[in-house]
Structure formats: C-alpha cells, structure tokens
C-alpha cells in the first residue's frame, strides 16, 4: 500500500509563501498523476494543482499563476510552491495518488493533510 507524507504547511501571513512536499513510497511513482487537495471548514474537498505521469500540469483558476506544482520522480516527491498567498487559501492540503498516468476519475490513495494558514 502506497503512503504519502505532506510537510511544510504552516501559518504566514497574506502575500507570503510557502513550500508543500509529499513524498510517497513504492517504486511505480513515476507512473502515476499526483494532486493537491484542499479543504476549507465548511466546504468540500477540491483539486487545487495536478501533474500528470509525464509532466504537465493543471491547475484551479483560484491559484493559477501562483501555485506551482512539481515531481521528482527519483525522489518519489511530489512539491507545491504557493506564492503570494491570500486568507481564501487557508485550508488542510492534501497529497493524492490517481489511479492513472492522468488526472482522471477520484484518486485511491491520500496523505493526512497538512495545515496552512494564512493571516490577513
């Protein structure tokens, strides 16, 4: 079974930045799509940042231009650098494995979730 461990949340305040890592066990990393989740109080879970098994990427209009997602495959690490944030990003983020080399169907593996939040 499959485990992926996020680190690097924590408190900063608006404009500020952060760095999310996730690294994951197993040796088929490279074949698989990775995504960060975030979920606020009161709302549901939603896709903030995708890269697919060869690279590209996808991301929420919310965080488009400032979040930047990113893998190391030899690391089986997948990285979410956050700039300029705002308060509306606060929320527990979440690393996921789909099932696939694409960003398709609800992915079957999940970290814990890490905590950021931002001050105003």
């Known amino acids: 079974q499959v485990q992926l461990v996020e680190s690097g949340g924590g408190l900063v305040q608006t404009g500020g930045s952060l760095r999310l890592s996730c690294a994951a066990s197993?040796?088929?990393?490279?074949?698989?799509?990775m995504g960060w989740f975030r979920q606020a109080p009161g709302k549901e879970r939603e896709l903030v940042a995708g890269?697919?098994?060869?690279?590209?990427?996808r991301y929420d209009d919310t965080v488009q231009g400032r979040f930047t997602i990113s893998r190391d495959n030899a690391e089986n690490t997948v990285y979410l650098q956050m700039n300029n944030l705002k308060p509306e990003d606060t929320a527990v983020y979440y690393c996921?494995?789909?099932?696939?080399?694409?960003?398709?169907?609800?992915?079957?593996?999940w970290g814990k979730g890490t905590l950021v939040t931002v001050s105003s």
């Open positions: 996921a494995r789909f099932s696939t080399s694409v960003l398709a169907g609800t992915p079957g593996e």
């Open positions: 890269i697919r098994s060869g690279g590209s990427t």
């Open positions: 197993g040796r088929t990393f490279s074949n698989y799509a």
